[in-house]
């Protein structure tokens, strides 16, 4: 492609003449040093560790000779400099150029909010499937359509892979793209060129703060809202406190969901299994002028929001009422409230329960189904703010019988730093508190020590299949291990 295509709708200055630059042929971009090459340009965005421009040495060494910056710098003879304001917002633009901007003749819909982001966008595609409809998705569990799997670093990927991914699934005949748009992922301009015919709110609630993330909760829940004024339709949860804040301020036309209050779409008649084993919920959804009522295979209040903004967002693209309710009974979502089949006397749940308030959401609806004991194992990532640890460790501390405190993802971080913190919150608690760093004993404790009408709640993890240690990714697996656990207490191989 002509660089004059790639830099179409961006405003920059260059060392060199625009007649010079126009014609020059590009094969690709480039914003790690690592993967630059001849006839790439090389774009230095400023991460949240580290700054490109300090890899504009590297990125030259593999053959990139054009740069794209936001700090005046001196580059080697023969190169070409075009400097922007904002690099981040100039390679998002360049990719969608790059790309021939898939976006524009696929339907998309993003999905913000604290919680319940992957248990929606599985529960639209799965019912715009059932509808007939090709649809991928990208987010916390990865890039899936049709049969292809990748994975990614972020719940949103880089404005480049994003676009990259996109012409992907246009090119293999996709339709629909369900997208979780995570805070960090609007704030750093990553689908700043996503045309969005859908946004969707679920809730917010106070994460993601710190040195690395966002510095306050106002930048946090603005970083949301922006999904708002690049979509052309909203969807919000009103029953969240901050959800009028996100109608106000938004851009385009709002429908609204709620259980508690008068809404567009409102969940009533909710009725919830006692059986643990069925681990399912009833309710009607109410509109304007109809009543229809569903059935959803996981239990809790929160999936029943998850499903209410599902219903309303594949409605707006015209699916018909019985192709959403026979999809929806039959949805499961890998690591989110996942019942263990594995021991007739007491149960084991998975959950990716990783913040206060997933947290409590699962303790909470776990507590309905009146288990002997609960038995929570729990942990919290490294190298961030304490406000989540201490959340998780009181709510844990106030509401569980036995907690496990063992590592997550600690990164750089002593795990027993992060264990001992955790513990403060057990001081006079009745919860009884046990301390193992190694996540496999963790587990492996939990399991010996059920006992008849016990459940065990294995918290954080989830679907993922690794743990983040000094930097590395390490494979875990908490549902495997839990597997292995179970056949050794039962003395199977």
Excluded: W
């Excluded at 961006?10 to 690592?34: A, R, T």
């Excluded at 339907?107 to 499937?129: C, D, F, V």
């Excluded at 730093?417 to 996540?439: H, P, T, W, Y």
Aim: hydrophobic share 35%; with cysteine.
């Amino acid at each position: 492609m002509k660089l004059k295509d790639i830099l179409k709708n961006i405003d920059f200055s260059s060392d060199k003449e625009l007649v010079e630059l126009y014609d020059i042929e590009i094969e690709d971009i480039s914003y790690n040093s690592n993967n630059a090459k001849k006839n790439y340009i090389f774009v230095a965005i400023e991460g949240e560790v580290t700054d490109g421009h300090k890899y504009i040495d590297s990125a030259y060494e593999n053959g990139s000779r054009i740069f794209v910056l936001s700090k005046e710098i001196d580059l080697p003879k023969g190169c070409i400099k075009i400097l922007v304001k904002d690099t981040r917002k100039a390679l998002s633009k360049m990719s969608a150029n790059l790309f021939n901007n898939p976006s524009k003749e696929l339907k998309i819909i993003g999905i913000t909010g604290t919680k319940g982001k992957t248990t929606t966008s599985n529960y639209i595609k799965a019912i715009l499937e059932a509808g007939g409809h090709s649809t991928g998705i990208i987010g916390t569990n990865g890039v899936f359509y049709k049969d292809i799997v990748e994975d990614t670093e972020n719940t949103t990927p880089e404005s480049y892979e994003t676009q990259r991914i996109l012409r992907k699934m246009l090119d293999n005949g996709i339709e629909y793209v369900v997208m979780e748009a995570s805070s960090g992922g609007l704030k750093m301009n990553r689908v700043e060129d996503v045309e969005f015919d859908l946004g969707v709110f679920t809730n917010i609630s106070k994460d993601h703060i710190g040195p690395r993330e966002h510095p306050d909760f106002e930048d946090y829940l603005n970083s949301k809202l922006r999904l708002f004024k690049l979509a052309k339709h909203g969807i919000v949860n009103i029953d969240d406190k901050y959800g009028q804040y996100i109608i106000d301020n938004a851009t385009c036309d709002i429908d609204t969901i709620s259980i508690e209050k008068d809404s567009d779409f409102k969940a009533k008649d909710i009725e919830i299994s006692k059986d643990i084993e069925s681990l399912g919920s009833n309710f009607v959804c109410a509109t304007r002028e109809d009543e229809y009522d569903y059935y959803i295979s996981s239990p809790g209040i929160f999936t029943i929001y998850n499903a209410l903004l599902s219903i309303v967002a594949v409605t707006h693209f015209g699916i018909d009422y019985k192709v959403i309710k026979d999809a929806l009974k039959d949805i499961k979502v890998s690591g989110r409230v996942e019942l263990l089949p594995l021991l007739d006397y007491a149960h084991i749940v998975l959950d990716f329960a990783h913040n206060g308030v997933s947290l409590k959401n699962i303790v909470e609806t776990l507590k309905d189904y009146k288990p002997n004991r609960l038995i929570c194992m729990t942990g919290s990532v490294g190298g961030r703010s304490n406000v989540r640890r201490k959340e998780m460790a009181d709510i844990a501390a106030k509401e569980c019988d036995v907690c496990i405190l063992t590592s997550d993802n600690p990164d750089f971080e002593d795990p027993m730093n992060i264990i001992n913190e955790m513990a403060q919150s057990f001081e006079g608690s009745n919860c009884l508190v046990i301390k193992e760093a190694d996540r496999k004993e963790a587990i492996k404790k939990g399991v010996n020590m059920l006992k008849k009408n016990d459940i065990l709640l294995l918290a954080g993890k989830g679907h993922e299949t690794y743990q983040l240690v000094k930097g590395e990714k390490l494979y875990f697996n908490d549902k495997e291990e839990a597997i292995k656990s179970v056949n050794e207490l039962l003395g199977r191989k």
